[in-house]
């Protein structure tokens, strides 16, 4: 059984390892905020499960705590990008 | 599968860093150094480190975001394309002392236990449940002591950049919004809870001082964030008081023991000392985090438009 959960904690990792993805590409700064946030998201979901898989009932706490703070960014993004973040180019950073 | 997570985990810290390294524009860095936290913290739970993955999820989601973000707004100018330079000067020094490292690990005995049983032997004297807390606040107290100091001494960093004494002055009010405003109510409540939560269950499990310090503070530049004015009502000299509190409860207990034993920092009715020790040095990390946070300097609200 808990080789199940690793692996889904690991089919949730290679998620988190495809949005970057997005983040590599842009092309706006929202775009790579929201991957951010998915990030986040998928990140509570994976230390849940990590938190089976290696039957250590703490990490919960990893995962309570970012499912709390990860909303500070997205403020902080909001409060700074009252002017607009330069876009940058297609394809230009790979 | 323990080693194909492990690996990719490993592969991907790896990778982001060099991204981060490499990108050419601020925004995408922040983004993938937030990534970093999370995989980071990932990787502390594999290696079964609970204090330092919650930690690093405190920090890594509370209060670096927000502070890269405060860094870009107060830029102007867009980064120049990184030049990624290898000086073989270096190149060399560093390959050498990772080599020397790596060489290292075949010197770790197979059955190697750290300092684990010596902590756990003497863990019944501090009357403490948890391994951590102990070595944290009793056995290496002095540590954790000076780095309270150094916690401070930030602090008095940003004010004398700031040329000020006052550190609510450098506090600018942020513009009230009305997402920040509707959250805070929300999630406030849920902060100084799960703060005091992570505090108390440092005295038996993975948590403590910093932890909940971190989320405290957290709490506290959310409430900025929001546009709310309640941390600028705070009398200075409250804010002075518990800016020190932690640095000052090891100072008294260091002071006091010295009337009944010849060492420093040993006390008699240990919890109940460590206890007031760690809620004082909470209540000090979380209000030196937003001084930090809310003093930084090169904040330059001007700059922008609405």
Known sequence: ?94 | MDLVFDLIIGLSLAGVSWRIVRAREHFQAIVLFITFGLLLSLAWTRLKSPDIAIAEAAVGAGLAGVLLMDTLGALSSPRERAKVVISLKLLIPCLFLAGLMAYSILYIPEDFQGLGIVVREALPQTHLEYPITAVLLDFRGYDTWLELGVLLVAVLGVLCIRRTDNIKGTMLPAPAEPVGSWIVKLLLPLMVLIGGYLLWLGAFAPGGAFQGGVVLASAGVMLWQSGHPSLGLMPRLWWKILLCSGFLSFLILAFSSLFYTDQLLTHPATKTWILGVEYAATLSIALCLISLVLGSPARNHENKGV
């Open chain 1, 1 to 94: 059984m808990n080789n199940f959960f690793l692996a889904m904690a690991l089919f949730l990792v290679l998620n988190i390892l495809a949005g970057l993805w997005r983040v590599l590409k842009g092309p706006n700064p929202a775009d790579r905020m929201v991957a951010a946030q998915l990030f986040g998201t998928t990140g509570v979901a994976t230390l849940l499960l990590l938190a089976q898989a290696l039957e250590s009932p703490f990490i919960r706490n990893a995962a309570l705590l970012f499912a709390l703070l990860t909303v500070m960014t997205v403020l902080a993004f909001i409060r700074n990008t009252s002017y607009r973040l330069p876009e940058d180019e297609h394809n230009e950073n790979l």
